[in-house]
């Protein structure tokens, strides 16, 4: 049993589910917080289930990413909000190379960082997959190449009309959720990663009335304290080559020790969100709900799916990263996609068949599908559209 | 209507699109409601009398709609285009395009332009009184550090979210560049931002089921008010269920507001004191859109998947 004597960071958030049960200390420590909200981060111990007061979201008090290996591991909060806009009087009114929100966040303390990010994909997974992160609010984001729900029906519809079968427009997405639950998961391994070796230009074969370029590649370069085999300076020259395309800004080929924190401080400031493409694949938690597969990732379709320049850089990743998965999740997962959004109870009638070959194959798979939940509107009218 | 009561349930709007609902509004002059869909189609209804009173047809999904006057509205379609919708006669032209699907339109009564957002990453304004044609009613474009995901609008001001987590705020009287450029303070994709009615700040909104409540006064003692709240969560067995939070809509004289996300409910807070007032029962599938009435008597809630629209008192 848990000796308590470290305090709960959930509790001083204020969102600390456990309560009594909770195996770390509940205590009201002082720390030079900014508590904008100022509540009573004791009276909000629990449940932020209840109604009233809704737990507060205090994003994160931890530290800042470190711009550079400074090693001092300092947990204290450093309130590094800037204002950029210093009149004290002057509301906001035209300040024209204005970071309002800048905080500058220095990830003075690495470990923290990295324990904010597993916390975060740990417990508070959205069901959204195909979303930017960043594990500090108000700095740029660490994971780039958002997808909102309407482009990606969108492209489902434009596909349907162009003639694409369901079953390529499934698995075109499946393999863009892959790719960014890949990319997650490196992520949560390696947050340190420079954009080296960065994004792949990836090109999904979105149709082309959207202009979206998604970089989800995984991108394991960089990674003294990883594990990742090294083949990856293999990779990572590759992905330099496949990166002129970008502006990469300091895409570093750092595939040495010293370098990822500059790199990555580099990124995290330049406003460019492809130059900030640390690849990261982090993610072993989620993706074991929907892969059942062991947390390093590299699920085979990968290299199937995306046939164009950057297959050179995925096979590459599959070198370095083993292809666990076996042919059979991934349409599998393809199911799941579909499964994915149906509200739970709803059915289709269409689509009824497809939901028994998915419990199926989930089955064989061994997934748990009463955790999927709606989603993804495109692809069910998809289903309607071209049952017609 | 305040708290404690549990909500009356609502109604639901005879004639909804075929398709899913990408968003509703309500008109600031009557109770007519403007729903915009995937299956091509802007339609008018009257809230009250729970009648449709005109369809019109797009060449696209429309991604967005919003009302001019009690005669006149302007849609924003996935075919790239954005129209201005005469709803007595039942014309519709075309007031301009982008380079790629317009995600989202406004009105803006203070400086009578239409301002139209896209996964172009552009935001471009149009003078609706313009004959037809690009070049006559394009007002200005704006490049935008990414794709626009959504738009809101109080008096002069403009927020802007976009994709990768980027927030813009424009003056409309100055639109060369952003009075403010900011990240969001939300750590995942922007869904929805929406700007206060007394025009002091926006609440913004993302996937992971947080809504941030901001401000634009960058001073200390504004910024110290900010904060973010979780929602829309379902706890199992030590980890949430975390839905996105698809919509915010603000009341127009009360100052609170609801929010519907993916879960199916659609909860109201008290930004304030900030508490939840109440939570409406569920419905059937995720909530796409929300929109109080000019008096605040009326929430229409899109629920969108199976395409059913429901409002109440």
Same mark, same amino acid.
């Given at each position: 049993?848990?000796?308590?004597?470290?305090?709960?960071?959930?509790?001083?958030?204020?969102?600390?589910?456990?309560?009594?049960?909770?195996?770390? $200390?509940?205590?009201?420590?002082?720390?030079?917080?900014?508590?904008?909200?100022?509540?009573?981060?004791?009276?909000?111990?629990?449940? +932020?289930?209840?109604?009233?007061?809704?737990?507060?979201?205090?994003?994160?008090?931890?530290?800042?990413?470190?711009?550079?290996?400074?090693?001092?591991?300092?947990?204290?909060?450093?309130?590094? /909000?800037?204002?950029?806009?210093?009149?004290?009087?002057?509301?906001? $009114?035209?300040?024209?190379?204005?970071?309002?929100?800048?905080?500058?966040?220095?990830?003075?303390?690495?470990?923290?960082?990295?324990?904010?990010?597993?916390?975060?994909?740990?417990?508070?997974?959205?069901? /959204?997959?195909?979303?930017?992160?960043?594990?500090?609010?108000?700095?740029?984001?660490?994971?780039?190449?958002?997808?909102?729900?309407?482009?990606?029906?969108?492209?489902?519809?434009?596909?349907?009309?162009?003639?694409?079968?369901?079953?390529?427009?499934?698995?075109?997405?499946?393999?863009?959720?892959?790719?960014?639950?890949?990319?997650?998961?490196?992520?949560?391994?390696?947050?340190?990663?420079?954009?080296?070796?960065?994004?792949?230009?990836?090109?999904?074969?979105?149709?082309?009335?959207?202009?979206?370029?998604?970089?989800?590649?995984?991108?394991?370069?960089?990674?003294?304290?990883?594990?990742?085999?090294?083949?990856?300076?293999?990779?990572?020259?590759?992905?330099?080559?496949?990166?002129?395309?970008?502006?990469?800004?300091?895409?570093?080929?750092?595939?040495?020790?010293?370098? +990822?924190?500059?790199?990555?401080?580099?990124?995290? +400031?330049?406003?460019?969100?492809?130059?900030?493409?640390?690849?990261?694949?982090?993610?072993?938690?989620?993706?074991?709900?929907?892969?059942?597969?062991?947390?390093?990732?590299?699920?085979?379709?990968?290299?199937?799916?995306?046939?164009?320049?950057?297959?050179?850089?995925?096979?590459?990743?599959?070198?370095?990263?083993?292809?666990?998965?076996?042919?059979?999740?991934?349409?599998?997962?393809?199911?799941? /996609?579909?499964?994915?959004? /149906?509200?739970?109870?709803?059915?289709?009638?269409?689509?009824?068949?497809?939901?028994?070959?998915?419990?199926?194959?989930?089955?064989?798979?061994?997934?748990?599908?009463?955790?999927?939940?709606?989603?993804?509107?495109?692809?069910?009218?998809?289903?309607?559209?071209?049952?017609? | 209507?305040?708290?404690?009561?549990?909500? @009356?349930?609502?109604?639901?709007?005879?004639?909804?699109?075929?398709?899913?609902?990408?968003?509703?509004?309500?008109?600031?002059?009557?109770?007519?409601?403007? #729903?915009?869909?995937?299956?091509?189609?802007?339609?008018?209804?009257?809230?009250? @009398?729970?009648?449709?009173?005109?369809?019109?047809?797009?060449?696209?999904?429309?991604?967005?709609?919003?009302?001019?006057?009690?005669?006149?509205?302007?849609?924003?379609?996935?075919?790239?285009?954005?129209?201005?919708?005469?709803?007595?006669?039942?014309?519709?032209?075309?007031?301009?395009?982008?380079?790629?699907?317009?995600?989202?339109?406004?009105?803006?009564?203070? @400086?009578?332009?239409?301002?139209?957002?896209?996964?172009?990453?552009?935001?471009?304004?149009?003078?609706?009184?313009?004959?037809?044609?690009?070049?006559?009613?394009?007002?200005?474009?704006?490049?935008?550090?990414?794709?626009?995901?959504?738009?809101?609008?109080?008096?002069?001001?403009?927020? #802007?979210?976009?994709?990768?987590?980027?927030?813009?705020?424009?003056?409309?009287?100055?639109?060369?560049?952003?009075?403010?450029?900011?990240?969001?303070?939300?750590?995942?994709?922007?869904?929805?931002?929406?700007?206060?009615?007394?025009?002091?700040?926006?609440?913004?909104?993302?996937?992971?089921?947080?809504?941030?409540?901001?401000?634009?006064?960058?001073?200390? @003692?504004?910024?110290?008010?900010?904060?973010?709240?979780?929602?829309?969560?379902?706890?199992?067995?030590?980890?949430?269920?975390?839905?996105?939070?698809?919509?915010?809509?603000?009341?127009?004289?009360?100052?609170?507001?609801?929010?519907?996300?993916?879960?199916?409910?659609?909860?109201?807070?008290?930004?304030?004191?900030?508490?939840?007032?109440?939570?409406?029962?569920?419905?059937?599938?995720?909530?796409?859109?929300?929109?109080?009435?000019?008096?605040?008597?009326?929430?229409?809630?899109?629920?969108?998947?199976?395409?059913?629209?429901?409002?109440?008192?």
């Amino acid at each position: 049993m848990h000796n308590k004597k470290e305090a709960c960071r959930n509790f001083q958030r204020g969102s600390c589910q456990y309560g009594e049960r909770c195996k770390f $200390l509940h205590v009201i420590q002082q720390q030079p917080k900014s508590n904008a909200f100022g509540f009573g981060t004791q009276a909000i111990s629990h449940q +932020q289930q209840k109604p009233n007061p809704f737990g507060f979201g205090v994003q994160n008090n931890a530290q800042s990413k470190g711009a550079n290996d400074f090693g001092n591991k300092q947990s204290q909060f450093k309130n590094t /909000w800037t204002r950029s806009s210093a009149s004290s009087g002057a509301p906001s $009114l035209r300040q024209p190379d204005n970071q309002p929100q800048a905080t500058n966040h220095r990830c003075n303390d690495p470990e923290s960082c990295k324990r904010i990010i597993a916390e975060d994909f740990e417990h508070e997974r959205p069901l /959204w997959k195909l979303t930017c992160y960043s594990h500090w609010k108000n700095s740029p984001c660490d994971i780039v190449g958002d997808v909102s729900y309407e482009e990606l029906r969108a492209a489902a519809y434009d596909d349907a009309k162009r003639g694409l079968s369901l079953q390529s427009i499934i698995e075109r997405e499946r393999n863009l959720l892959n790719s960014k639950l890949v990319e997650f998961e490196n992520f949560l391994r390696n947050p340190y990663r420079g954009p080296a070796g960065s994004a792949a230009a990836q090109q999904i074969p979105f149709p082309g009335a959207t202009t979206i370029v998604l970089s989800p590649t995984t991108q394991n370069t960089v990674a003294p304290q990883s594990n990742v085999p090294p083949s990856v300076s293999s990779f990572s020259q590759l992905g330099a080559s496949l990166n002129t395309g970008f502006s990469p800004g300091p895409s570093v080929q750092s595939n040495n020790a010293s370098g +990822q924190p500059t790199s990555f401080s580099n990124s995290a +400031q330049s406003s460019n969100v492809f130059s900030a493409n640390n690849v990261p694949s982090a993610n072993a938690s989620v993706s074991t709900q929907n892969f059942s597969s062991s947390s390093i990732q590299s699920p085979a379709f990968l290299n199937v799916s995306l046939s164009n320049s950057e297959a050179v850089g995925r096979e590459a990743t599959n070198v370095q990263l083993g292809n666990n998965l076996p042919t059979t999740v991934a349409s599998g997962d393809s199911n799941i /996609w579909l499964k994915e959004k /149906w509200t739970p109870g709803e059915t289709f009638p269409l689509s009824r068949f497809l939901k028994k070959l998915l419990q199926m194959l989930m089955f064989s798979c061994g997934i748990h599908v009463r955790r999927i939940t709606c989603y993804l509107n495109g692809l069910i009218i998809l289903l309607k559209i071209l049952s017609f | 209507m305040t708290s404690a009561q549990p909500p @009356a349930p609502g109604r639901e709007l005879s004639n909804p699109p075929t398709d899913g609902i990408s968003n509703l509004r309500f008109s600031n002059h009557s109770d007519h409601l403007l #729903v915009s869909s995937w299956d091509k189609t802007v339609r008018l209804y009257d809230a009250s @009398a729970d009648s449709l009173r005109g369809e019109f047809m797009h060449g696209g999904p429309v991604l967005d709609c919003c009302f001019h006057d009690d005669s006149s509205g302007f849609s924003a379609s996935a075919d790239n285009t954005v129209r201005r919708i005469v709803f007595s006669h039942g014309k519709e032209d075309i007031l301009g395009r982008h380079d790629a699907p317009v995600r989202c339109i406004e009105y803006s009564y203070a @400086a009578g332009q239409v301002i139209t957002g896209s996964w172009d990453k552009t935001l471009k304004c149009w003078d609706p009184r313009g004959a037809s044609g690009q070049e006559r009613t394009l007002v200005g474009t704006y490049p935008q550090p990414e794709r626009v995901y959504s738009l809101s609008l109080v008096g002069n001001r403009l927020v #802007v979210a976009t994709a990768g987590r980027q927030v813009n705020v424009y003056d409309l009287r100055n639109m060369s560049q952003p009075e403010q450029r900011r990240e969001s303070s939300l750590k995942y994709q922007t869904r929805c931002v929406r700007c206060y009615p007394n025009g002091t700040g926006y609440a913004l909104s993302s996937v992971e089921g947080r809504v941030a409540m901001e401000f634009f006064d960058l001073s200390e @003692a504004s910024q110290a008010k900010k904060y973010a709240f979780k929602c829309h969560r379902k706890s199992e067995a030590g980890r949430d269920i975390v839905y996105p939070v698809n919509a915010i809509a603000f009341h127009p004289v009360y100052g609170t507001f609801a929010t519907g996300g993916c879960d199916g409910f659609v909860n109201v807070w008290d930004g304030n004191n900030k508490k939840r007032l109440y939570q409406y029962s569920k419905y059937p599938t995720s909530i796409a859109a929300l929109s109080f009435s000019r008096d605040g008597r009326l929430l229409a809630v899109a629920s969108s998947y199976t395409f059913e629209e429901g409002e109440k008192p």
